[in-house]
């Protein structure tokens, strides 16, 4: 009896330690809950705020880019200068890796030199860029980030978009029927849209609402739609080397597009949504075509550069296949001419980059990504248009007067 008394005593005792592990879990975890809505803030950010990352790709990336080259975000999370009082005028600009200008160095990427060649013109601190682009966003990601970031930023005047690329590499793969990447899903498409939103947004699930899973996303980024775990944003262009080695390896290579007409209705579409917002907001919108290496005239040199295109796969058990480059630039130009379509019917700003920049490894270091001077290159064009046309070309005398 008395052991027996002993062993009911050692249950109990386990039991109520159970217990005031759990409680104190529980509160610990209440707290750090508290605590994270005070630190982390209650705001849409596309990148994590004050991110850093650098590169040394130069294996896999051998023309163009002086590396190693350095990714830094500032506390508004965007790439560029932070957001100041100061700036007169202020620009988002919004797109996919070829806006937020992977592997080049925060001094090189395109939408700062459009602020710095601008102001160079204008005079210091009239306009400011903030860079939201990022890998494998599309029109479906486009569409929420401009509703949230214009909403949360009411002090911006413009938006620069450059449109299509992405969109046009994902609709290859899943032309067939709905959208396998499921980022039309309003909940999947907050997750990829943003690294950082608020954790108690009626659009989460619960379990993305507490402080641990803010937390992750803080410091994490979701792996692209379609590519398996790869990370667009290795610090030695492997992601990079991976899709030319698919692409190297193809057996089959095809010059016919697949129908593509009812995901262009859907880009149409959606490239109409972000206009809405922005008009909604009162915000300038200058869309902007996506420019390319892809042509028939490219070496076979330049052709081993290239990674896009596929796998392809038609029919459920079909074999998968490539498309030709011939076939990509046909396939990006009926995007880009879907894009200037929009301009025209909207009678929004447009800037036919894609007419102007060529197809050259001095402009492009794989298929559609910008070296140094493709770079250069348009944000001179961009800031040469913004420049030449109102509101800036009528600001930039007030301001310098006011000076």
């Not at 009911?8 to 217990?19: D, I, Y």
């Not at 060649?117 to 682009?133: A, E, F, H, K, S």
Request: hydrophobic residues 40%.
């Amino acid at each position: 009896m008395k052991e027996k008394s002993v062993d009911q005593t050692n249950r109990v005792s386990w039991a109520q330690a159970a217990a005031l592990v759990g409680a104190s879990l529980l509160v610990t975890l209440a707290v750090a809950e508290g605590i994270s809505r005070l630190l982390i803030p209650d705001r849409y950010f596309v990148w994590p705020p004050n991110f850093s990352t650098t590169f040394d790709a130069g294996k896999n990336i051998p023309n163009g880019i002086t590396f190693p080259s350095t990714l830094t975000i500032n506390a508004a999370g965007m790439r560029g200068d932070p957001p100041d009082e100061a700036h007169e005028y202020r620009i988002l600009a919004v797109g996919g890796s070829t806006t937020i200008c992977v592997y080049l160095d925060d001094s090189k990427a395109w939408p700062f030199l459009v602020q710095e060649q601008t102001n160079q013109r204008l005079g210091d601190g009239y306009v400011w860029v903030g860079n939201v682009g990022r890998p494998g966003h599309r029109t479906a990601q486009h569409v929420l980030q401009v509703e949230k970031l214009l909403a949360q930023h009411s002090d911006t005047d413009m938006l620069i978009l450059m449109l299509g690329i992405n969109d046009f590499l994902v609709d290859l793969k899943f032309n067939r029927g709905s959208d396998r990447s499921a980022s039309e899903d309003p909940r999947q498409n907050l997750l990829i849209s943003f690294s950082v939103f608020p954790g108690w947004d009626d659009d989460s699930a619960w379990y993305e609402r507490n402080f641990i899973s803010r937390l992750w996303r803080l410091r994490s980024w979701q792996p692209l739609p379609g590519v398996g775990e790869l990370r667009p944003m290795d610090e030695k262009g492997e992601f990079v080397a991976a899709l030319r080695r698919d692409r190297r390896n193809a057996t089959r290579i095809r010059n016919d597009l697949p129908d593509l007409s009812l995901k262009l209705a859907e880009y149409a579409n959606r490239v109409d949504a972000i206009v809405d917002i922005a008009t909604q907001n009162g915000v300038r919108v200058l869309l902007v075509t996506q420019p390319t290496l892809w042509s028939e005239t490219l070496t076979p040199d330049e052709r081993e550069l290239l990674w896009a295109g596929g796998p392809i796969t038609d029919e459920p058990d079909g074999e998968p296949y490539f498309l030709s480059v011939e076939a990509l630039a046909r396939g990006m130009q009926n995007y880009n001419d879907a894009l200037l379509e929009a301009c025209r019917k909207r009678d929004v700003e447009c800037l036919d980059a894609a007419a102007s920049m060529g197809h050259s490894t001095t402009v492009f270091y794989d298929d559609t990504h910008f070296t140094e001077r493709g770079s250069a290159m348009l944000a001179g064009l961009i800031s040469d248009y913004l420049l030449e046309t109102f509101p800036l070309n009528q600001a930039a005398g007030r301001y310098r007067d006011d000076r």
